[in-house]
């Protein structure tokens, strides 16, 4: 199992910035992508970012391009969501997810099937 914790949620007007860090344990081996996936009221949860197992390939959703970026660590057990420039849409609960083991090096899941683990999600509310 793996268990991941995400932190770094919170209330921020217009404009502002806010940084989303997800912390994967346990049985995590090396080869797992992670990605970010946010979830508004009364909306599907939808892909933002992912992140290769490699770091070789990132992913980002066109609605937060320009403005979201997505690392890991060295250590590739810590995924961080840079979000600049917020708008309200933004607004949502965001999820850390990572997938099962991957060989591909350059490969970045894009849909909620191709993830194996979930955290238990963070608020992002942005204000006008």
């Known amino acids: 199992q793996v268990q991941l914790v995400e932190s770094g949620g919170g209330s921020v007007q217009a404009g502002g910035s806010l940084r989303l860090s997800c912390a994967a344990s346990?049985?995590?081996?090396?080869?797992?992508?992670m990605g970010w996936f946010r979830q508004a009221p009364g909306k599907e949860r939808e892909f933002v970012a992912g992140i290769s197992w490699t770091n070789r390939s990132a992913a980002i959703a066109d609605s937060v391009k320009d403005r979201f970026t997505i690392s890991r660590t060295n250590a590739k057990n810590t995924v961080i969501l840079q979000m600049n420039s917020l708008k309200p849409e933004d607004t949502a609960v965001y999820y850390c997810?990572?997938?099962?083991?991957?060989?591909?090096?350059?490969?970045?899941?894009?849909?909620?099937?191709?993830?194996?683990?979930w955290g238990q999600g963070t608020q992002v509310t942005v204000s006008s």
């Open positions: 346990g049985r995590t081996g090396s080869n797992y992508a």
């Open positions: 997810a990572a997938s099962g083991g991957v060989i591909n090096p350059a490969f970045v899941p894009t849909v909620q099937h191709q993830y194996a683990y």
